[in-house]
C-alpha cells in the first residue's frame, strides 16, 4: 500500500506543474453554462415551457451540478498516457517490479482528480454563488449518503472504462476513434447535453440499464431528489453491477493484452 501512496504523491506534484492549464480549462469550460442559461431561459419563457418536472431554475441548478460532478470524476488525459504507456514501451518498468499496474494508474487518477477539483473550486464557486436562489438542498440525510455513494461509484465506473479503452492500445496504435466515439455516446447519453428524464420513457427504461447513465446523471438525479425510494434503490444496484462489470473488463483486458505484448521499446 506504501508504494502506491508514494504515486498518489507524485501524481500530486506532477498534476500541480500544470495547475493553471487546469484552472483556465475550468474557467473557459463555464462558458458552455452561458449557453445553457440562455437556451433554457428562452424555452422556460414559451407558454406550456415547463418539461417533466423542471422548472427553469431546477434546469440551471442540474447544469451546475453536471459542472461540479463532472470535475470529480470524469478522467483527464488518463487513456492517452495509458496508451502512450503500451505503445512506447514504458509499461515494461512495471511488468519486471512488483507493482499492479491498475493500483498505479488509480492512484494517479485520484490524485489527478483531487488537484483538479481544488484548482477548479474558485470559479464553480463563483458560479454557484451567482446561481444561490436556484440551489435547493436534499431534505433528506439519507440522501446525501446515497448521493455520495452514487458518485463514488460514477467516478470508479468511468476509471475503468477509460482504462479499458486505453488497452486497446494492445491492438491497436491509435485508440482516438474509439475515445470519441464512447465520449459521444457519454456525453449525450450520461446527462451532459440535457437531463436524461427529459427523454421519452421508453427511451429512459432502456437508458437505465446502460453505463452511460450511471456516469454523471445517477448521482445528480439523486442529489436533486428525482430518485427516490424504490426507483433510487434500483439504480443503485444497476450502478454496482456496472461497476463490477467494468472492473471485470478491465481486469479480463489487460490479461488478454499481456499475451498479445511485444514489449517493443521502453
Not at 406550456?48 to 422548472?55: E, R
Not at 488497452?167 to 455516446?185: G, K, M, N, Q
Amino acid at each position: 500500500m506504501k508504494k502506491y501512496l508514494t504515486v498518489f504523491n507524485l501524481g500530486l506534484q506532477n498534476t500541480f506543474v500544470y495547475r493553471w492549464n487546469y484552472f483556465l480549462r475550468a474557467v473557459f469550460g463555464l462558458i458552455p453554462l452561458a449557453g445553457t442559461v440562455f437556451l433554457w431561459r428562452a424555452v422556460f419563457k414559451e407558454p406550456g415551457g415547463g418539461m417533466h418536472g423542471y422548472t427553469y431554475g431546477s434546469m440551471i441548478y442540474y447544469y451546475l451540478l453536471t459542472i461540479v460532478v463532472s470535475n470529480l470524476v470524469t478522467p483527464t488525459e488518463d487513456e492517452w498516457q495509458i496508451a502512450s504507456d503500451i505503445r512506447e514501451g514504458q509499461i515494461n518498468s512495471f511488468l519486471t517490479k512488483p507493482v499492479n499496474y491498475l493500483a498505479y494508474r488509480f492512484s494517479i487518477f485520484l490524485s489527478g482528480r483531487l488537484v483538479f477539483s481544488a484548482v477548479t473550486i474558485p470559479p464553480v464557486a463563483l458560479i454557484l454563488f451567482h446561481f444561490r436562489d436556484y440551489l435547493t438542498l436534499p431534505s433528506h440525510a439519507v440522501t446525501y449518503f446515497c448521493a455520495f455513494l452514487s458518485l463514488v461509484m460514477s467516478a470508479l465506473i468511468q476509471f475503468f472504462i477509460t482504462y479499458t479503452i486505453a488497452l486497446f492500445a494492445f491492438w491497436i496504435l491509435e485508440i482516438s476513434t474509439i475515445v470519441f466515439i464512447v465520449y459521444s455516446f457519454e456525453y449525450f447519453l450520461g446527462g451532459q447535453m440535457f437531463p436524461v428524464d427529459i427523454m421519452p420513457a421508453g427511451i429512459q427504461a432502456a437508458l437505465k440499464w446502460l453505463p452511460f447513465y450511471y456516469e454523471l446523471f445517477c448521482p445528480i438525479a439523486i442529489f436533486m431528489e428525482r430518485l427516490r425510494g424504490g426507483d433510487m434503490i434500483q439504480a443503485l444496484a444497476i450502478q454496482s453491477g456496472w461497476l463490477l462489470l467494468m472492473w471485470a473488463a478491465a481486469r479480463y483486458m489487460w490479461k488478454r493484452g499481456l499475451g498479445h505484448y511485444q514489449a517493443v521499446g521502453g
